[in-house]
């Protein structure tokens, strides 16, 4: 069965702090995204990596895929309140069904 | 464009009781799915399509039944509703391309 883990669940980081969220799946796939979601609302893409080694950078987030660790990487840098979010990652499982396992999801709260 | 479009946004179903949730995309996507999400949990697939005509079960189909026949519209029925189906569904769609799913804004279901 594909697992998909996220770590840490929680997250209560101070601003200006760095901080990485770390991504784990059981099974070979090159192709990983990811998501943010605000309390009540909907999944937003943030970033969508397709290949080992991939490297995706927005603003104060940036992601990175290592597929023979099977690992992606969610860096924060320098935190601000904004970023208080839940992030998901999802790993997608078959070529020609774009199936996604999701990730249980990191809840971030960053505090002023 | 509307994207995703969800509707009910939210509903109260007594137990026992049906209903359909809508979710249409005016993108042309082929691919299209269900998801569902457990309070503080990640999301987990439901049913899905690849194209007008074809669905296929996904992790957690059972009490859900659905339809594709056009591209554009893809209902999820639930029969005979459980309190286990109190959660949050959404809809996504995509095309074949790099980018990803498209979500709706999801519709809240709680069953008493």
């Known amino acids: 069965e594909l697992k998909v883990e996220q770590n840490p669940l929680f997250l209560s980081m101070q601003e200006e702090k760095n901080y990485t969220i770390y991504c784990n799946y059981s099974?070979?796939?090159?192709?990983l995204y990811w998501y943010r979601q605000d309390p009540g609302k909907s999944l937003e893409s943030l970033f969508v990596?397709?290949?080992?080694?991939a490297v995706k950078q927005e603003g104060r987030l940036m992601a990175s895929l290592d597929t023979k660790a099977r690992l992606s990487t969610l860096h924060i840098t320098a935190a601000v309140h904004d970023l208080s979010a839940t992030y998901f990652c999802?790993?997608?499982?078959?070529?020609?069904?774009?199936?996604?396992?999701f990730g249980t999801g990191t809840r971030l709260k960053v505090l002023a | 464009n509307a994207g995703v479009t969800q509707t009910p946004k939210f509903r109260i179903l007594k137990i026992g009781q049906s209903m359909t949730l809508q979710c249409a995309q005016d993108?042309?996507?082929?691919?299209m799915y269900w998801y569902r999400q457990d309070p503080g949990m990640g999301l987990k697939l439901i049913y899905y399509?690849?194209?007008?005509?074809?669905?296929d079960k996904g992790e957690v189909p059972n009490g859900y039944n659905v339809s594709r026949s056009t591209t554009e519209d893809f209902p999820l029925r639930l029969e005979l509703a459980a309190p286990s189906q109190t959660s949050v569904y959404f809809c996504?769609?995509?095309?074949?391309?790099?980018?990803?799913?498209?979500f709706g804004s999801g519709t809240r279901l709680t069953v008493v």
């Open positions: 399509s690849v194209g007008a005509g074809i669905t």
């Open positions: 996504a769609s995509r095309d074949g391309s790099n980018y990803g799913y498209t």
């Open positions: 993108m042309n996507h082929n691919y």
């Open positions: 990596l397709l290949s080992n080694g």
């Open positions: 099974t070979t796939s090159d192709r």
């Open positions: 999802a790993v997608d499982t078959e070529s020609g069904t774009y199936k996604y396992i």
